[in-house]
DNA sequence: CTGAAAGCGCTTACAG
DNA sequence: CTGAAAGCGCTTACAG
């Protein structure tokens, strides 16, 4: 009538030691395979599930891998990349009795603390760092706590962090390439923050893009990955002469404000100006024009993350430092024309 | 050199007893404030900070709350809620030593499995519920399973759970009345899928407060949560005649897709038709003409829903079994207009 | 107030 | 292969 059934029950029940029980319960070696069978139907029978407190403590490990997100409400809105990413992170960890643990930090500072008590407490056993940031601090932090960590980032490497890197590179360059292709020759990029890695591999992959085509870079106007940042860059853009005929988007959301603020101003797309986003996020087949933009794969980046962090969990040695995500490709829809 | 400090490193340093210790950083009665007083200085001293491994299983608590996410691409890209929804239940939490754990399930089979898997390995102490269906199972198992559980709601009650409840109802009855006031006779209104309360609520709010002003209710389209859903109303609604002035729609997303395709079929809004929406997202503010909403505030109603889950795990027979949280107010924007 | 002991439910050496 | 013991790091009765 306890009505929880622990593995001291199984053994009982078994008429073999706690030590076979766990054995056989968890395939390990060290039991026969007559046992193993037995142990497992009395479990089943019994309805055994193993407690994770009593496997954590013993075991020294928490099965649980963290994420902090910061200033969650803003960020969480306009980042498409979150649902998605985290579906492919449960994925990757599910069949493995690891769970998800979400940490909410309202301000830079209180995101360390965040990471600092995850691994004083050893509430988690690694974590997933999206949204990489220039020298982010993080970097060092997760060293010195000794906490395993993977980086998720478009950039070739993230201070020595294991890292899944899909490149955004490629697609940025598709949609200029497609650009050029049209037939425009002044093409302006709207850049993000500068503090995130993001921004600069985006920004430098139009530049080159446009150089190797021997076209002079035209204007990068400053934006954000939001759509506050695609309007403050239409604006920018409204006040250029000559105007460029069209527009590289660090993202999707800031695309959309561009294009939204541009049209408010009178201006047709693509007629006036072509524009092109970068994630391809459901809202942007909705506008008019749609957008065209570069189709990334989150759920991908998620899975092939948290997968990277339990082998590292498992053993820093033999794991890989670097796994590659096939980058995005270039979706073009309604708001690129010939020029 | 072990690097990691103990209760066990922390009492004998201090020459108490470990039960002291224990007592004395947890601010728990049984001893003198002279000893607790050292041992939290010899504590600090050390640098300890207690394993939540070994706290869980002493403590027979898992100090986590979990939520359970269904569908979660489509759903988190479009839900608004969500992000501001977490950063809310952190809020709540994080002073208990609680964390929020994540699942996500691909189906609503394995939503109710994620359920059962929390409640047999007590990964959790409760769960939060969000978008209740009608006659959700949810509700059945987890009151089977005597997993602690807080569901979230805009309707009065959920089959016997303790509940959060922020009701639409006023908003979208301002809405209605605020479209009367503008003149509009013929208001339609674009409803979500009927499984859930959501649905129902909205569209009884919108019913009463347009037979309360001697209207005829006008047509009920099918739309959903999403910009797909608007749109599939905005089809729906363009054969229709004589046509609606004004529609309610469910949420922002759905009537942002609404006016979108409204738009691309030569309409003008709020000329021809006027629109209000649900939830005051951000893009609502950017698309033209800017949407007339409801700001609801969904940080307010995760705080005050993982509150109520920590105070029914701690003693369910003292807690509230419902909270409250005042209604969205309605935001007037360039979407609605005279007839 | 204080301390020594037991116990939470598992897994991990270790001896047979 | 099998089992009895110890231990993970805490908290919770319980005795002084």
């Keep these: 009538m306890s009505g929880r059934v622990s593995i001291t029950d199984v053994a009982r029940a078994a008429k073999v030691a706690q030590s076979s029980a766990s054995a056989a319960l968890n395939d390990q070696p060290g039991v026969s395979e007559a046992t193993r069978q037995r142990v497992k139907d009395v479990a089943k029978q019994l309805g055994y599930a193993p407690l994770m407190r009593g496997k954590m403590l013993s075991s020294k490990r928490s099965f649980q891998i963290g994420l902090v997100l910061e200033r969650p409400t803003d960020v969480l809105e306009s980042d498409p990349f979150f649902g998605a990413f985290i579906a492919g992170v449960e994925q990757a960890i599910a069949p493995h009795d690891y769970a998800l643990v979400l940490q909410v930090a309202e301000s830079r500072e209180r995101e360390l603390d965040s990471y ?27 060293a010195e706590l000794r906490l395993p960590a993977v980086a998720v980032s478009p950039w070739k490497e993230c201070a020595n962090l294991p890292m899944v890197c899909q490149a955004s590179a490629p697609g940025i360059a598709a949609a200029t390439r497609h650009l050029i292709k049209l037939g425009h020759t002044r093409i302006a990029h709207v850049c993000g923050p500068k503090e995130y890695v993001h921004t600069h591999e985006r920004l430098q992959a139009w530049e080159a893009t446009l150089v190797e085509a021997g076209l002079q870079p035209g204007p990068v106007l400053q934006g954000d990955f939001g759509l506050a940042g695609g309007t403050a860059a239409a604006e920018e853009l409204l006040g250029l002469n000559p105007s460029p005929t069209a527009v590289v988007c660090v993202n999707d959301l800031c695309a959309i404000g561009l294009q939204l603020r541009l049209q408010q101003a009178g201006l047709s797309i693509p007629k006036d100006i072509s524009i092109t986003g970068f994630d391809g996020i459901t809202i942007g087949e909705y506008v008019t024009p749609a957008l065209t933009t570069v189709q990334s794969t989150p759920t991908q980046v998620g899975k092939q993350a948290a997968a990277l962090l339990l082998a590292h969990i498992d053993d820093p040695k033999s794991a890989p430092m670097k796994v590659e995500v096939p980058a995005g490709e270039l979706v073009i829809r309604g708001s690129t024309g010939r020029r």
Tied chains: 1, 2.
């Excluded at 008590?117 to 601090?137: F, H, Y």
């Design 116 to 142: 600092r008590e995850m691994a004083a407490s050893e509430r988690v056993d690694g974590v997933l760092l999206n949204e990489i940031r220039v020298d982010d601090p993080r970097a060092a932090l997760l």
